[in-house]
């Protein structure tokens, strides 16, 4: 019954959208959150929010357009300026929007048992302070945030889906000397962080890295983190995967369907029905039905992510790929759970330089791959443990050709934002030492 | 109130006007609106802050419900903040020399076609710009009685081009924006310098890394400023003791010739007539020939650090005002251009800018150009691409050697706590020597 009363309005837009546009799209986003920072180890700011966001579609003889506004009691004007917007956009093949499919609506990533309230974040906070007492790194600061929201998407083709989502992050800084250490967790459910852990990861870093020596520069074997990892990837290979930037050209990977780019021990896929992952959803933004998509399996290039705009332009299927980074703007392509998969070994007996994070790796050349970052908390390791850190050394590389020389996947994965990988051992990376 | 030392509200209202055209296809062109306030409370404890969407000014019982909620959230905060003693003034906004609100969209998405035409050469496979224009109406009121309101607008525009041959590909992009009005009339050379950048780069090689002379451009030099010192000197974090400046004022970290700027009042993109606590604003020499001289701060990192003036706390719309930096720049030393190259004689000039991270704790940064030219006897010779410089804040400064006199300022947007800010950043030609330079290519 909740539906009716929420989005009468809803309805009465898309009535009102009816009279000048083929078809409409209506995405509406209200929620709260709680935030706690700390500056050193006394909590300093409590915040509080109440979001909300409109976002309209409107599509009218393969004209698309869209608007958006925070106050939902402008929707009229956000509607016009959306039909405006359409009247300037280069027409393209449109097939129509989805229509409704009898989806399961159980929220799959949401925590009814989660107090969205300034104790909760204070709590977290505590568990965080308690992990980091575990070295003697000095606590620089923190942040703990709990939100809950309600996502609708409706359409004119009938489309009715509410969704609810929770999530809780944290994070700890600290120092000791001049070595930092970072450290972070987030999930959709509150026992599935582990703040004493951050804590005591974050002033674990900070210490030991402060013993860390120069090496000279020279090729080594490198062991990326989930974090580090991530950082490279996110930047310039799920990007060459989606079909927007393959058709547009600017994707390394456009003319590599069928072919090897990866080792042999990779597989990447989105899977937006994972249990427990924080990114799972039944249907994407522009509410088609979502399933599991293989990128790469086996090391071979096999598909890229499309949305129905790209979908229909370029005469492919859609793969249900559509995601909103918030309500303004259209929907465009991104990925739900995006998973890197593989054979699990041990990584880390023979000696190997691990390499917990990355500074700079946003400055990366997105359409050939190179990179140049300097090293956070690197060490090496060997044996299962943790030997000699480093103090300071770059890597410089391209994150392409990088993909064939990984040798090893770690038994364990780790969410980092929306992706999911473990840590991969590579061969022979170039390093540049002091 | 009970228990309530001191509250702001910044209430920000506006639009945003985008137009993406893609290989001459207009993706997308519209209007958003937006309405954001957020209210912060000081009681005993610490900070309550409320963000709020679409605020409606409201005043008496209603206010005090807003403030009440605020302070509540302090339950669980244990900071006592004091607020520094500041200068209240509003500088005038520069007047636009073209109001972009008073042109159509269609015209505006005709102006921006153009630029992304012109950025057409053999071999370029993928064009696009971006047309972006945001104005807000800013209401800043305090309990001291403080009251501000202006309103200012941004625009300007982002042009990539995409070269690709036997399976190289490489990028080529620009951007103007500004504070001073429309700007997309006569930029066709924009989109053309985009495009032969693209194009140059197939045929530049992978930079060797190393330690060597460095010439940089003014742009990437201003994003030296930004990255090894700009941030490092932020209030809050020496406050928090994560910046290795922290306790070094007076310290000699730089040559001479060196002297490097914060100023919110400069008329570039990250000018503010008025900081986010409501704060006069004005210049601050974060270091003066070599010496460590000031802090940015906001009122309270002034009152815990001191050193420094207040009046650099920024901040988005509804969102929690930081200690920011705004137009960072090296200033003009006395060499010209032709010096400095010859005095790097055998080196590397890099120039562009793809972006920069530091981690001021530790003190190390890194940054990255969008292409540079081996020097030769004082001369560019081959062009080389992906090149990335790395420093220790603490001894790099030292490697400045020799300053021009020829600073130019570039607009871009800064990133710090979840919020992204306009900045500009700008130097004069700058020479490095024992420069740490990522790359690549290999002997």
């Known amino acids: ?434 | 109130m009970d228990g309530i030392s001191y509250y702001d509200l910044r209430h920000v209202t506006g639009e945003v006007t985008h137009i993406d055209i893609d290989n001459g296809v207009v993706e997308s062109a519209g209007t958003s609106f937006f309405n954001k306030a957020i209210l912060r409370v000081l009681v005993r404890s610490g900070w309550g802050v409320l963000q709020i969407d679409n605020f409606t000014t409201c005043t008496g019982r209603k206010f005090d419900e807003l403030l009440e909620r605020a302070a509540r959230l302090a339950v669980i905060t244990e900071e006592q903040v004091v607020l520094g003693d500041v200068q209240r003034r509003q500088l005038p906004v520069p007047p636009l020399k073209e109001d972009p609100r008073e042109i159509g969209l269609e015209e505006k998405s005709a102006l921006l076609a153009e630029i992304e035409r012109s950025a057409t050469l053999p071999l370029i496979v993928n064009r696009r710009a971006n047309y972006i224009e945001k104005f807000e109406e800013v209401r800043f009121s305090d309990s001291s009685g403080n009251e501000f309101t202006y309103g200012m607008g941004r625009s300007g525009f982002n042009v990539l081009a995409v070269a690709s041959r036997n399976g190289n590909v490489q990028m080529g992009y620009e951007r103007e924006h500004s504070i001073h009005g429309f700007n997309l009339r006569h930029q066709q050379d924009v989109g053309r310098k985009a495009a032969q950048t693209a194009v140059s780069l197939l045929d530049a090689v992978a930079a060797k890394g190393g330690k060597m002379r460095a010439v940089l451009d003014p742009e990437l030099a201003g994003v030296f400023a930004h990255e090894a010192v700009g941030h490092a000197s932020e209030g809050d974090l020496i406050q928090e003791g994560s910046s290795v400046l922290k306790g070094r004022t007076g310290e000699r970290i730089g040559n001479e010739t060196l002297t490097i700027v914060d100023d919110p009042s400069l008329c570039e993109f990250g000018f503010d007539p008025v900081d986010a606590e409501g704060v006069a604003v004005s210049r601050t020499e974060i270091i003066r020939c070599g010496v460590v001289n000031a802090f940015l701060h906001n009122r309270e990192s002034l009152v815990a650090v001191g050193n420094g003036i207040a009046g650099h706390a920024r901040a988005m719309p509804g969102e929690p005002p930081l200690v920011r930096m705004s137009n960072t720049f090296i200033e003009n030393g006395d060499s010209t251009k032709e010096e400095i190259f010859a005095e790097c004689k055998n080196g590397i000039f890099l120039a562009g800018s793809r972006g920069g991270q530091v981690d001021p704790g530790r003190g190390v940064f890194q940054f990255n150009a969008e292409y540079g030219y081996l020097v030769e006897n004082g001369e560019c010779t081959k062009m080389v691409r992906d090149v990335s410089l790395t420093g220790e804040i603490l001894s790099t400064l030292h490697q400045i050697v020799l300053c021009g006199n020829d600073r130019k300022m570039s607009p871009g947007y800064c990133g710090k706590g979840g919020q992204s800010v306009p900045v500009s950043d700008g130097a004069p030609h700058v020479l490095l020597v024992d420069a740490v330079v990522g790359g690549s290519g290999m002997d």
């Open chain 1, 1 to 434: 019954m909740r539906w009716w009363v929420a989005v009468e309005w809803i309805d009465q837009l898309i009535r009102e959208a009816e009279k000048s546009v083929d078809e409409v799209e209506v995405f509406y986003v209200e929620g709260t959150s709680i935030s706690a920072d700390l500056r050193k180890k006394k909590v300093s700011h409590a915040t509080t929010s109440q979001d909300c966001g409109l976002g309209i579609r409107t599509i009218r003889k393969g004209r698309i357009g869209s608007s958006s506004t925070s106050d939902p009691g402008r929707w009229r004007e956000c509607l016009n300026a959306a039909i405006a917007s359409g009247n300037l956009a280069t027409p393209q093949e449109w097939k129509g929007l989805p229509g409704p499919e009898p989806l399961d609506q159980t929220p799959l990533s949401f925590d009814r048992s989660l107090e969205v309230g300034p104790v909760t974040a204070g709590k977290l906070l505590e568990a965080m302070l308690e992990g980091a007492e575990e070295h003697p790194a000095e606590v620089t600061s923190g942040s703990a945030g709990v939100s809950s929201l309600e996502v609708t998407l409706a359409s004119s083709h009938g489309i009715r889906y509410t969704s609810r989502h929770t999530s809780v992050s944290l994070s700890l800084e600290a120092i000791h000397g001049q070595s930092t250490g970072y450290e972070f967790d987030h999930s959709w459910a509150l026992d599935r962080v582990d703040p004493t852990t951050v804590g005591e990861r974050a002033t674990f870093f900070a210490c030991e890295s402060a013993k860390g020596k120069d090496i000279p520069t020279g090729d080594y074997d490198i062991l990326l983190s989930p974090l580090a990892y991530a950082e490279l990837l996110g930047t310039v290979f799920v990007p060459a995967l989606s079909g927007r930037n393959v058709h547009a050209k600017r994707s390394r990977l456009a003319d590599c369907l069928g072919q090897k780019v990866t080792d042999p021990l990779i597989s990447m896929y989105d899977d937006p029905l994972l249990p427990g992952a924080d990114g799972s959803s039944c249907w994407d933004a522009e509410g088609m039905p979502t399933k599991r998509t293989d990128f790469i399996r086996d090391g071979v290039l096999c598909a890229f992510a499309y949305d129905l705009k790209t979908a229909y332009r370029y005469g492919k299927q859609s793969t249900a790929n559509a995601v909103r980074g918030g309500y303004g703007g259209s929907p465009s392509i991104g990925h739900h759970n995006f998973v890197v998969d593989g054979k699990r070994d041990t990584v880390d007996d023979e000696r190997v330089i691990f390499v917990h994070n990355v500074v700079g790796a946003h400055t990366a050349n997105p359409m050939s791959g190179e990179f140049s970052v300097e090293l956070s908390n690197a060490f090496f390791r060997e044996g299962g443990e943790f030997q000699e850190p480093i103090r300071s050394a770059m890597l410089s590389g391209n994150v392409f050709d990088l993909q064939h020389q990984i040798t090893g996947l770690s038994r364990e994965s780790r969410a980092i934002g929306s992706l999911i990988l473990p840590s991969v051992r590579i061969k022979k990376q170039h390093i540049i030492g002091k």
